[in-house]
């Protein structure tokens, strides 16, 4: 009676579906809060949320980034505020994806996505500058620099509202 | 050929050259070695398990001797006492031989930037591709094996057999 319970189970195993992921073909569904390479976010009208603070490179533990900022001007203007990033680099071996850099940064600029495709042949290629980061312009916004009129963008940090 | 083609159509032939055959043998079983060193290793378990199966690769089994594997995953943190280990283990390995560095210790030590750590472990074994994660994802790893089999593919026998 015992093996034939036995070789019930078995042939129960036999009929069920195979649980492997055909990886490359199919993806297993990530987890929201799953955090994958960064993202630089911009604003609607196209202006970089990245302020150039480099408070995301003081937090970071693995000393994965490299921020340069430069200044603004009405003629070419890349964020709002004073300052911009320049150069904007994330070494990709170097971050263990711990999303420190998205809780510290003050304009929600940098974003970890859910981009998981990163192995590399050589080390340089790990090394991610500010065009492969940022996000495409969005619709109806415009590539930066942008001239803009005077006086209209000079809050680096966009107005809090109080969470409802 | 003209002739055989023109008396029974076309038979598909295959004109595979002798690089692609070789090729596609050793990404078609590139067996990798029974090694793990830190929690990597965990992720590196799990690919092989059923949810990812890396046997669809060709890696039907980890090789615990080195003599007879083909792939070095340095999964973890190579520690200084451990890398004459991991020089030795990769010596002994016979021809052709790939290695792939699992996440961010292995490839540059990630956080632990100390004396403990072998900063990178392409300090002592050529390393042929990165994979970047903390631990990586089996799809990662799974991605990184892809991204080294499409370097082997590219390998000519005009360039090893001298």
């Given at each position: 009676?015992?093996?034939?319970?036995?070789?019930?189970?078995?042939?129960?195993?036999?009929?069920?579906?195979?649980?492997?992921?055909?990886?490359?073909?199919?993806?297993?569904?990530?987890?929201?809060?799953?955090?994958?390479?960064?993202?630089?976010?911009?604003?609607?009208?196209?202006?970089?949320?990245?302020?150039?603070?480099?408070?995301?490179?003081?937090?970071?533990?693995?000393?994965?980034?490299?921020?340069?900022?430069?200044?603004?001007?009405?003629?070419?203007?890349?964020?709002?505020?004073?300052?911009?990033?320049?150069?904007?680099?994330?070494?990709?071996?170097?971050?263990?994806?711990?999303?420190?850099?998205?809780?510290?940064?003050?304009?929600?600029?940098?974003?970890?996505?859910?981009?998981?495709?990163?192995?590399?042949?050589?080390?340089?290629?790990?090394?991610?500058?500010?065009?492969?980061?940022?996000?495409?312009?969005?619709?109806?916004?415009?590539?930066?620099?942008?001239?803009?009129?005077?006086?209209?963008?000079?809050?680096?940090?966009?107005?809090?509202?109080?969470?409802? | 050929m003209g002739v055989i083609s023109s008396k029974l159509g076309n038979l598909g032939i295959v004109t595979t050259t002798l690089d692609e055959a070789v090729n596609w043998g050793?990404?078609g079983?590139?067996?990798?070695?029974?090694?793990?060193?830190?929690?990597?290793?965990?992720?590196?378990?799990?690919?092989?398990?059923?949810?990812?199966?890396?046997?669809?690769?060709?890696?039907?089994?980890?090789?615990?001797?080195?003599?007879?594997?083909?792939?070095?995953?340095?999964?973890?943190?190579?520690?200084?006492?451990?890398?004459?280990?991991?020089?030795?283990?990769?010596?002994?390995?016979?021809?052709?031989?790939?290695?792939?560095?699992?996440?961010?210790?292995?490839?540059?030590?990630?956080?632990?930037?100390?004396?403990?750590?072998?900063?990178?472990?392409?300090?002592?074994?050529?390393?042929?591709?990165?994979?970047?994660?903390?631990?990586?994802?089996?799809?990662?790893?799974?991605?990184?094996?892809?991204?080294?089999?499409?370097?082997?593919r590219g390998?000519h026998i005009?360039?090893?057999?001298?």
């Amino acid at each position: 009676m015992n093996v034939i319970r036995g070789f019930a189970t078995t042939f129960k195993h036999l009929l069920e579906e195979p649980v492997t992921y055909q990886y490359p073909e199919q993806i297993r569904p990530f987890a929201e809060r799953y955090k994958g390479r960064h993202e630089l976010k911009r604003y609607d009208n196209g202006l970089e949320k990245c302020i150039g603070c480099s408070l995301c490179a003081a937090a970071c533990p693995a000393d994965a980034i490299w921020v340069e900022a430069a200044e603004n001007t009405d003629e070419a203007r890349y964020s709002p505020g004073e300052r911009y990033a320049k150069t904007y680099e994330i070494n990709m071996l170097r971050c263990i994806f711990c999303g420190y850099c998205e809780d510290a940064c003050p304009t929600e600029a940098i974003v970890l996505g859910h981009e998981h495709r990163l192995s590399f042949t050589n080390r340089k290629d790990a090394i991610f500058t500010k065009d492969m980061l940022i996000d495409p312009v969005p619709e109806g916004g415009q590539a930066t620099p942008q001239k803009v009129e005077p006086g209209v963008f000079t809050r680096a940090i966009p107005d809090m509202e109080d969470p409802k | 050929m003209g002739v055989i083609s023109s008396k029974l159509g076309n038979l598909g032939i295959v004109t595979t050259t002798l690089d692609e055959a070789v090729n596609w043998g050793r990404t078609g079983a590139m067996w990798p070695l029974l090694f793990g060193l830190a929690c990597c290793a965990i992720e590196y378990m799990s690919t092989q398990a059923s949810n990812y199966d890396l046997s669809r690769f060709g890696m039907e089994l980890n090789r615990a001797s080195p003599r007879q594997a083909d792939l070095l995953i340095v999964a973890g943190r190579v520690s200084r006492k451990m890398a004459p280990v991991i020089r030795q283990l990769y010596d002994q390995m016979a021809a052709p031989k790939w290695v792939i560095s699992m996440g961010d210790c292995a490839s540059c030590s990630g956080v632990y930037n100390n004396y403990a750590l072998v900063q990178g472990v392409d300090e002592i074994i050529p390393v042929d591709v990165y994979v970047a994660g903390c631990p990586p994802r089996p799809e990662q790893l799974i991605h990184g094996i892809l991204a080294l089999h499409e370097k082997v593919r590219g390998e000519h026998i005009k360039e090893w057999a001298s």
